[in-house]
């Protein structure tokens, strides 16, 4: 039986399809959900979007934040009586590792898209990771389109 769930997301539909995994987990299992999403380190803190006519400065923490609020009001309309959430500083790997550990999680479930090409190869993917470092339960998700 699985007590804590710990569940990331980057708020991409793929990472969605993910979420909605561990929230129907949460919900059979009467587990807490605990979410994560991780924003890049303080030297990159505030990232420079140029759009068409002007350069707009994002701050990534209050982005992770706005995503895992949403995701967090979803699992609970859905009826998960525990959820909570954090924002990480890190690449996305280290944060759900670090969120699982001291969460002391019973399973993190993540989805098996990530990085792709040239940065995958060269970082590793983070579902790969992750299910190499993790002190417990990994549930990778298929979060292909065409997926059931």
Same mark, same amino acid.
């Given at each position: 039986?699985?007590?804590?769930?710990?569940?990331?997301?980057?708020?991409?539909?793929?990472?969605? &399809?993910? !979420?909605? +995994?561990?929230?129907?987990?949460?919900?059979?299992?009467? =587990?807490?959900?605990?979410? $994560? /999403? *991780?924003?890049?380190?303080?030297?990159?803190?505030?990232?420079?979007?140029?759009?068409?006519?002007?350069?707009?400065?994002?701050?990534? &923490?209050? !982005?992770? +934040?706005?995503?895992?609020?949403?995701?967090?009001?979803? =699992?609970?309309?859905?009826? $998960? /009586? *525990?959820?909570?959430?954090?924002?990480?500083?890190?690449?996305?790997?280290?944060?759900?590792?670090?969120?699982?550990?001291?969460?002391?999680?019973? !399973?993190?479930?993540?989805?098996?898209?990530?990085?792709?090409?040239?940065?995958?190869?060269?970082?590793?993917?983070?579902?790969?990771?992750?299910?190499?470092?993790?002190?417990?339960?990994?549930?990778?998700?298929?979060?292909?389109?065409?997926?059931?």
């Amino acid at each position: 039986m699985f007590r804590t769930v710990v569940a990331g997301t980057d708020g991409s539909a793929r990472a969605d &399809r993910a !979420v909605q +995994e561990a929230i129907d987990l949460c919900k059979s299992q009467g =587990a807490r959900l605990h979410l $994560v /999403a *991780a924003f890049g380190d303080t030297e990159r803190h505030w990232e420079s979007i140029q759009t068409s006519r002007e350069v707009a400065t994002v701050d990534l &923490r209050t !982005v992770a +934040e706005s995503v895992l609020a949403r995701e967090a009001r979803k =699992a609970e309309e859905q009826g $998960v /009586a *525990a959820v909570d959430w954090a924002a990480r500083e890190g690449t996305a790997a280290e944060a759900i590792l670090d969120a699982a550990a001291s969460e002391s999680a019973d !399973v993190i479930v993540i989805g098996n898209k990530g990085l792709t090409g040239k940065k995958r190869f060269l970082l590793g993917g983070v579902p790969e990771k992750i299910s190499r470092h993790a002190k417990c339960s990994v549930m990778i998700v298929n979060t292909d389109s065409d997926s059931p």
